[in-house]
């Protein structure tokens, strides 16, 4: 535990938050450290993104004291909150597309020259505060135009615009790849050298032990306990964390990978769409986890969205059981049983305003249909509440609203949508984005089973490891374009990695 002598920038004593009924966190305790990085490690639905409002402002507690630099605080809202110095970028964005990057990052904190907007002051200051963070974003272009990973790098700079004594980071790296996160590790790093304190949050246990000076457990709204990084290891985190022990990550195949004299169930012919991807060929067969790795901008999401029909092709052949098809649209996609788990599941994977139960239904409403097209509701409800079950959604009820739910259970709404539908080929772009290792280990047992059951699988995702652990065969990319297909036996981070920098080709 962190050494009782020192100061605590922030303080918390006893935070309770009760909605309703319920006891979203209980008697929470903490003490940060100026200088330091404070990890909140927990599951999904432990109470960590309740905390961490209640410091934004967002939220105000029911009970318990909080202080900050030794004077008690209790801000009204996030701008009370960065005016005391505290600053927090959220896990899910909060930005506007229809904006620049330089209006996100200072937005309503513009210069102004006369009553207007200085354009040119605007666009200098935010350049300045990217070069210093050494950000790879032009602070011109439009943020709707960005990648989700590029989109996660202009949060943090607006994060960081403000000064600040304690900086919170949810999830920072959720959509990073690893040479992007060596970027915010750098940050992180610099900030501990000012005596800036950071309190972090990440389910990436790896990246957990190699920043964190100190990490503080929580496990269904409770605190458990703080170590020093020092005198503890991941599978004890892991143990308090959940509860049990997990003595597998990445679950063992249920049965042989296929052989690849095995005729594919997808095949994909010098597929191109310039400016994004070029010629890009693979095959995957049925029951095979094909995995894609590259760093931003190496074109993986949008091979994804060309092959389910978000995007057209400009070249290319696309084949289904050896005939050739065409995908114009999502609708062409499912009709050939296609489906799709989206990276960005807050502007396309869900409905937030909608029911956890309609979200789980919703593409596969047709099965539901009774005589004249009215819809069986109790076959529904049962077919969603079956998925919940499976995936272990944590909601008080199907009539909870998407959007009220952590981002771990939004996830897996998102996976139970496309199940319903029985995918014969399932595109899974980042599927355990901003999900706790404990759900992780039940949705790739879910990924295992449906390989088992004979789901084709291409899987993306910026985590090595997770590439590593469940892929039988991994494409790598790099600049729009297919540097190598790694088998099994060859994958190793280091071979992957060169590939994904260019370094071998």
């Known amino acids: 535990m962190e050494s009782s002598g020192e100061s605590p920038i922030l303080e918390i004593t006893d935070v309770t938050k009760v909605f309703g009924s319920v006891s979203a966190i209980k008697n929470m305790q903490l003490r940060v450290l100026p200088g330091r990085v404070h990890t909140i490690l927990g599951e999904n639905g432990a109470g960590k993104s309740t905390l961490m409002k209640i410091l934004a402002g967002v939220y105000q507690p029911t009970s318990g004291s909080i202080r900050l630099g030794g004077e008690p605080y209790a801000p009204a809202d996030p701008q009370d909150a960065a005016k005391a110095g505290l600053t927090i970028v959220f896990q899910e964005l909060s930005l506007c ?66 000064k600040a004594r304690v900086v919170i980071l949810d999830e920072p790296t959720s ?82 990978a296929p052989s690849t004299e095995q005729k594919p169930v997808l095949t994909v012919k010098a597929l191109s769409r310039p400016g994004e991807f070029e010629d890009i060929s693979f095959d995957v067969r049925a029951g095979e986890i094909l995995g894609f790795f590259g760093l931003i901008g190496s074109g993986r999401s949008e091979v994804m969205n060309t092959l389910f029909g978000v995007r057209n092709a400009a070249s290319g052949l696309i084949q289904i059981d050896g005939r050739d098809v ?8 499912i009709s050939r049983r296609i489906g799709f788990v989206t990276e960005n599941r807050k502007e396309e994977g ?87 290792v404990g759900a992780k280990f039940e949705i790739y047992k879910i990924i295992r089973q449906l390989a088992a059951e004979g789901t084709a699988i291409l899987l993306v995702s910026s985590e090595l490891p ?31 990695m060169s590939f994904a920098t260019g370094f071998l080709s």
């Open 97 to 162: 597309n229809n904006l620049t990057v330089a209006e996100n990052i200072l937005a309503t904190r513009e210069p102004a020259r006369a009553g207007f907007i200085n354009d040119k002051a605007l666009v200098r200051e935010a350049a300045k505060l990217v070069a210093e963070l050494k950000l790879p974003i032009s602070v011109t272009d439009r943020v709707g135009d960005l990648s989700i990973a590029q989109r996660q790098l202009v949060e943090i700079a607006k994060g960081l615009s403000i």
């Open 175 to 256: 959509s990073l790849s690893d040479s992007e996160a060596d970027i915010l590790f750098d940050i992180i790093g610099r900030l501990k050298a000012q005596g800036v304190a950071v309190i972090y949050i990440s389910h990436r246990m790896e990246e957990i032990m190699r920043l964190s000076d100190d990490i503080t457990v929580m496990r269904d709204g409770n605190y458990i306990t703080t170590r020093d990084k020092n005198d503890t290891t991941i599978d004890q985190l892991i143990a308090l964390m959940v509860g049990r022990d997990m003595n597998e990550i990445y679950p063992q195949r249920e049965v042989p």
């Open 326 to 333: 065409r995908i114009t649209s999502p609708v062409d996609a």
């Open 350 to 436: 869900l409905v937030l305003s909608h029911s956890v139960e309609h979200n789980i239904s919703m593409v596969a409403l047709d099965s539901y249909a009774g005589r004249f097209g009215f819809l069986r509701r109790r076959r529904e409800r049962q077919a969603a509440t079956t998925e919940v079950g499976r995936l272990a959604i944590k909601t008080a009820s199907l009539e909870t609203t998407a959007g009220s739910l952590s981002g771990g259970n939004q996830q897996k709404i998102v996976l139970a949508k496309w199940l319903l539908t029985k995918p014969k080929i399932l595109i899974l772009d980042e599927p355990t984005r901003g999900v706790d």
């Open 466 to 496: 997770e590439v590593i652990g469940m892929s039988d065969r991994a494409v790598v990319m790099s600049e729009g374009r297919m540097k190598a297909i790694v088998t099994k036996d060859d994958m190793t981070p280091e071979k992957i």
